[in-house]
């Protein structure tokens, strides 16, 4: 019988000062095979992210059911309170896990990462200069990318049809996106042209630049986007339309842009840890401060005329001839332009 009134009752939920959630789906059922080092590159993920994330970041790790030496030390890093959330499930695949690790939280901002990506120093202010930046911006990747600057851009290439800021410039960091071919066990990934030019957007009043187009395997998004999202299960365990439904079209539908950071910050190790990880690693330090300057979360202006864009970007721009006089048009190298 109960006695008395419940003192929760009627009481506010308290976040604190959080203001950005990190979600890490993750799924390591053994540590054979395919996953005999998974273990070593998530404890090498997961502490990447705890040492280059600011006090008011709030971490949030889903288990789909993973051994229990793995779920064991998951536990470990709640009670030194160096992780805020931890959420045990079995069976129900990555994006149905991030949808748990979305639901019950209301933070403006959420990154939802791979468990096999190495976060470097600075990867939380690129992304906010990023967003300040850009009021239009909805999602921020840390690892930018030549090669989608046609996925899911259609509003933000033509809101910037004109735009002189918007051309194309030379690749920052070359041997990054070298990188990630090879830790996708793609060589060929990136051509030449792709590693010479990419097409980036700027504010030369804030003298901050972004690339066009992102990538999901880790990326910041304001979760607004996730507000009116279509779907709330999808049946598939990885892979099939779930990441572009629930992850990528949610931000361009919403009226917001996809691009990436300029520089890149993080590294995605795949299922195997080398020495060149473990080097990377030794650079990460322990030195973030706290992050004040949260203006920017309330600047949330949108992209019109989404279905026209759309019509417009898919019908007509992207037709071979014109897509080319556009990349030209861009200051596109004329010697890549048959080859981008």
């Not at 960091?173 to 070298?178: F, G, I």
């Not at 990528?248 to 520089?263: A, L, M, Q």
Request: with cysteine; aromatic share 14%; proline share 3%.
């Amino acid at each position: 019988m109960r006695t008395g009134d419940n003192p929760q009752r009627d009481k506010k939920l308290d976040l604190g000062d959080y203001f950005h959630q990190v979600i890490v789906p993750i799924y390591i059922p053994n540590l054979e095979g395919y996953y005999e080092q998974s273990f070593e590159v998530f404890k090498v993920s997961i502490d990447s992210i705890i040492k280059t994330s600011h006090k008011d970041t709030f971490i949030t790790v889903v288990s789909n059911g993973s051994c229990k030496l793995v779920e064991d030390y998951i536990i470990e890093l709640y009670r030194q309170d160096k992780i805020q959330d931890v959420i045990f499930t079995k069976g129900i695949g990555k994006v149905n896990s991030i949808l748990k690790g979305l639901s019950g939280m209301n933070l403006p901002l959420v990154t939802i990462t791979d468990a096999d990506v190495l976060f470097l120093n600075g990867w939380q202010n690129a992304t906010y200069d990023v967003f300040k930046a850009f009021p239009k911006v909805g999602l921020v990747n840390p690892c930018p990318s030549s090669k989608v600057l046609k996925y899911q851009t259609y509003n933000l290439i033509l809101d910037n049809l004109f735009n002189k800021d918007l051309v194309f410039t030379n690749v920052k960091d070359p041997e990054a996106q070298r990188h990630f071919a090879k830790s996708i066990d793609n060589l060929n990934f990136y051509n030449e042209f792709h590693l010479n030019q990419y097409l980036t957007l700027s504010n030369r009043r804030k003298n901050v630049r972004c690339v066009v187009g992102a990538g999901h395997f880790v990326a910041t998004y304001k979760r607004i986007v996730f507000k009116k999202i279509d779907e709330s299960y999808t049946e598939y365990v990885l892979g099939g339309a779930s990441e572009s439904i629930l992850l990528d079209r949610p931000v361009t539908s919403n009226g917001f842009y996809r691009v990436s950071t300029e520089r890149n910050y993080v590294f995605h190790m795949g299922n195997s840890l080398n020495n060149e990880y473990l080097s990377i690693f030794e650079d990460v330090d322990d030195i973030q401060k706290d992050y004040t300057d949260t203006t920017f979360l309330k600047e949330n202006q949108k992209s019109s005329n989404l279905k026209l864009k759309k019509f417009i970007f898919n019908k007509f721009l992207t037709k071979k001839i014109i897509w080319r006089m556009f990349l030209r048009f861009k200051k596109l190298n004329k010697e890549a332009i048959y080859e981008y």
